[in-house]
């Protein structure tokens, strides 16, 4: 069988462990990595992928995720993003249902496993990539590379840069690509096992690759590059192919290429079948996605939007130098890198051309020993390395099409494959030369021993949003998206006032950042600071005139400084922009309703329980509005709806044991009262309205006992004061005529 020189190890200062505790040693190192992400919160695009995905729900029928993107929109939808991952929203799904809800313990420790699992399978495709393919007499396949194997998978269990993937769950789509993209290569390598015959292939072997290609594909894009991978290294290790000797032949038309071994033990036959599969599984994805390309905007990826190639090109290279620096040293790390975190290269003045000039040295460098080394085995495991390196990061590299982002960490977790093979090579060739091998086996334990603690702090980091977020501000000051991330988890805690600042910040860095310009509208709404928040959403909309929510939010504010036209104009222009918007109707209800335009507050309602069935709020004004207006019977028909939809919801059984009481039905007003005050019993509204129907009831004892639990919780609560002094001088006036 065809084999690589099993040398590699002889020059290797490392740990010699049998493959069985090789492969326990890299599952339990990579787990503590990761471990204390295990109990994290859902952060960033979790919320997104996950908790606002109705593709996880039951009722989302299971044929919908085949038609659909990651993020739940349709794929024919002109903002669908094209990420076309239904194998890891299925898993979602089933994380969802045996959780019983949206617990991520499940989901995070699924993560954990799953990295766990690809850092124990990459033993053995280190073992094939650095030390050959090679079957024994029993056709047991052979590690002739045992101590490169087991550093080069420790390295890939415990890089930092895999944060991303293992302690965010929407990392879970990189996960499962590199499981079925590992598991592709693997069972490409049994296509090549020796039997009686000799030098023999499989057919079914080759099949099942391109199949575990497919879903690998349908975990994550990148899955599908695992097809050209193994035409490489079915090239250049099973056929031992002289790629500059070949290329050679090529350009001299020599009629010896038979000898290359490209005609030799069916390669090209192989080859036909990876490209057949691989055209097959594009076109029926490109089917299925649609002919549209993603809509992105230029604050996701800046460089793809320059008019100037030469701009385009600087800023794509000068992205993948940053993409080899986590490789190298994944120190800086970091959420998110668009939005300014790095500013566009315009001249070639700019001190960052190192970068590039550095990248491609060492790139052209390696790819000449690649090429003309005389020593085949170096010429194949660089060639390997830079494969794999290379090959699984091109969907990323806007060479074919423009991706939404600048740098995303998460899409090195399958080249870091290549990275771990180059620095374990390179490490070979230090130990060859080295005369003390000790001290530097001690030094690569050291770098592994820093990536572990990084990793554990980096997983600590991604265990909330607060720490995550604050944990960019160093990494990317300039970042627009990390200022507002900051701001927002502030608000959501309450914190107005600190929130303010970092949403300034956000609008300061990119004066076009309307998300920023919206919430920081609504807080200063909520602040009655109304003139500037109106001049915001005014310029968001401006801006960006489909924004519906900042339109919805600006008709608050016209509504709030008594501009009702306006508001009215704002609400229409926010539906025309997504008609469905059951908020924009409820707040149309809430202006026609402050100009007495009662059916129209009604019919606005009406839409937004319709488009919305559980929203409790226009329900609970259809009902007050129908009750102040005398409407009994109507009011009580659509609480009695209201609460079939929404059987738990306390404010609806208040409203309905309101209108009740005044219909004389005391018994079932009382009744629902009770339940409300026991689904929510400090609110002293419940307990004087209840105490309000005991006194008409003429269960005075009852009233007084509810009045005084009501002016307890509230004593300034309007009415309930005046109507217990009633109640008192009504008993002393009972008491009175009992003692006479």
């Not at 001290?439 to 050291?446: D, F, K, N, Q």
Request: net charge positive; hydrophobic share 45%.
């Amino acid at each position: 069988m065809a084999q690589m020189e099993p040398n590699l190890d002889h020059d290797v200062s490392w740990f010699l462990l049998p493959s069985y505790w090789a492969k326990m040693v890299v599952a339990l190192i990579s787990f503590l990595c990761f471990a204390n992400s295990y109990d994290g919160d859902f952060v960033f695009d979790d919320s997104e992928a996950i908790i606002n995905n109705k593709d996880l729900r039951a009722e989302t029928p299971l044929g919908d995720l085949w038609y659909h993107d990651f993020w739940g929109s349709k794929l024919s939808s002109n903002t669908s993003h094209k990420s076309y991952r239904p194998l890891t929203v299925l898993t979602f799904r089933i994380n969802y249902l045996f959780a019983g809800g949206f617990y991520p313990v499940g989901f995070h420790v699924i993560n954990i496993i799953l990295h766990c699992t690809i850092s124990v399978l990459m033993v053995d495709v280190f073992s094939i990539l650095l030390g050959g393919l090679q079957f024994s007499n029993k056709g047991r396949r052979l590690n002739l590379a045992p101590k490169s194997s087991l550093l080069a998978a420790l390295l890939f269990a415990v890089h930092p840069v895999h944060t991303e993937c293992v302690a965010g769950i929407v990392g879970r789509a990189d996960l499962l690509c590199a499981l079925f993209f590992l598991l592709s290569f693997l069972g490409y390598c049994k296509a090549f096992k020796e039997n009686k015959e000799g030098h023999t292939f499989s057919v079914f072997w080759v099949l099942v690759s391109v199949v575990l290609g497919a879903i690998a594909m349908l975990c994550k894009e990148q899955g599908i590059t695992i097809l050209g991978l193994n035409a490489v290294f079915d090239a250049l290790v099973i056929n031992k192919i002289n790629l500059l000797e070949l290329i050679r032949k090529l350009l001299y038309k020599d009629k010896s290429l038979e000898n290359t071994g490209l005609l030799r033990k069916g390669l090209l036959f192989r080859i036909a079948l990876l490209m057949c599969g691989g055209a097959g599984i594009l076109y029926i994805r490109w089917r299925i996605m649609g002919t549209g390309p993603p809509a992105f905007t230029e604050v996701d990826n800046p460089a793809s939007f320059a008019d100037s190639l030469f701009v385009r090109a600087i800023n794509y290279n000068y992205y993948y130098s940053l993409n080899a620096w986590l490789l190298l040293c994944p120190w800086w790390l970091c959420f998110d890198w668009s939005m300014g975190c790095i500013p566009l290269i315009k001249s070639v003045s700019d001190w960052r051309i190192i970068a590039l000039a550095a990248l491609w040295f060492c790139l052209i460098g390696l790819i000449c020993q690649a090429l003309c080394s005389e020593d085949s085995h170096k010429r194949r495991i660089l060639t390997l390395g830079l494969g794999f390196l290379i090959i699984p990061f091109l969907p990323a590299s806007n060479l074919f099409f423009r991706v939404g982002f600048v740098v995303a960490e998460r899409v090195i977790y399958l080249p870091s494959i290549g990275y771990c093979i180059l620095f374990t090579y390179g490490f070979s060739l230090l130990s060859k030369q080295a005369k003390k091998k000790k001290i530097l086996a001690v030094a690569v334990l050291g770098i592994l021993l820093i990536n572990v603690l990084r990793c554990a702090l980096r997983s600590s980091q991604w265990r909330s949003e607060e720490q995550l977020f604050r944990s960019a501000l160093s990494v990317c000051p300039l970042n627009a998206k990390v200022h507002y991330n900051v701001g927002k988890n502030l608000a959501d805690k309450g914190n107005q006032s600190a929130a303010i600042k970092y949403y300034r910040e956000a609008v300061r860095l990119n004066p076009k950042y309307v998300h920023a310009m919206n919430n920081l509208g609504n807080i200063l709404k909520e602040r009655n600071e109304l003139h500037e928040a109106e001049e915001l959403l005014s310029l968001a909309v401006q801006i960006q005139p489909d924004f519906a929510a900042a339109w919805m939010n600006l008709g608050i504010v016209q509504n709030s400084l008594r501009r009702f036209e306006e508001a009215e104009q704002s609400y229409w222009t926010a539906i025309k922009h997504r008609k469905k918007y059951p908020d924009c109707y409820y707040n149309l209800g809430r202006l026609y309703a402050d100009l007495n335009r009662h059916i129209d507050a009604l019919n606005a309602w009406r839409n937004a329980t319709v488009l919305k069935p559980e929203h409790s709020l226009a329900w609970n004004n259809m009902i007050i509005l129908l009750d102040n207006t005398g409407n009994l019977a109507q009011a009580e028909a659509v609480g009695r709806e209201a609460l079939e939809l929404i059987p738990n919801d306390h404010s609806l059984m208040f409203s309905l044991a309101n209108v009740l009481g005044k219909s004389q039905k005391y018994k079932e007003s009382e009744a629902l009262f009770l339940k409300a005050i026991k689904a929510n019993p400090n609110a002293a509204s419940y307990h004087g309205n209840l105490a309000v129907l005991y006194h008409r009831w003429g269960n005075l004892d009852l009233a007084k006992k509810h009045y005084e639990v009501s002016l307890k919780l509230d004593p300034m609560a309007p009415g309930t004061k005046e109507n217990y002094n009633l109640l008192r001088r009504k008993l002393e006036q009972l008491q009175k005529k009992g003692g006479a």
